[in-house]
């Protein structure tokens, strides 16, 4: 795992590479950039579908990735591109805050699943596949994390 090696995750296994970006050090700038242009394993979409309990389907959704695609990928044991690599960054991040404002891996992961009035009715997974939306969760995370009604 040469790219994760590169940023610090370098205890970090095809299994557990979601949960190390969820849960462990932060990969920012260069690292960042780094990270997502080397692409990482297909099979960090189960892990983050085990992570958040959402069927992979919902995964592959966020991502913007057929489930044939990832299939073949697993199955060869590829790595992603760096647009979907993006994608499942943002939604590691994403998760982190969450977990920091809820002080929970399992009240974050509900969260996220849940629709919420204040995004329009749509859970926050579901925003998470562009910048825009991403930024909406955050806002509405920092809005939770200060006292604000969200």
């Known amino acids: 795992m040469k790219a994760a090696k590169a940023v610090g995750v370098s205890r970090a296994t095809n299994s557990d590479l979601f949960k190390s ?3 462990g050090k932060s990969i920012v700038g260069s690292d960042a950039v780094n990270f997502i242009r080397a ?3 297909a099979s960090i979409l189960k892990e983050a ?3 958040l309990g959402v069927p992979e389907a919902r995964i592959f ?3 913007h990735m057929p489930a044939t695609t990832a299939s073949r990928l697993v199955k060869n044991a590829a790595r992603m591109d760096a647009a ?3 994608r499942v960054y943002r939604m590691g991040n994403t998760v982190k ?3 920091d404002v809820f002080e929970s891996s399992e009240r974050a992961a509900e969260w996220m699943r849940q629709p919420n009035r204040t995004l329009g ?3 926050p997974l579901e925003l998470i596949d562009t910048e825009p939306g991403a930024n909406a969760v955050r806002q509405v995370l920092n809005a939770i994390a200060t006292g604000g009604v969200a």
């Open 21 to 23: 970006i969820v849960l």
């Open 39 to 41: 692409g990482v394993p």
């Open 49 to 51: 579908s085990n992570f």
């Open 61 to 63: 959704r966020a991502v």
């Open 84 to 86: 979907i690599t993006e």
């Open 97 to 99: 805050l969450a977990i």
């Open 121 to 123: 009715g749509v859970a």
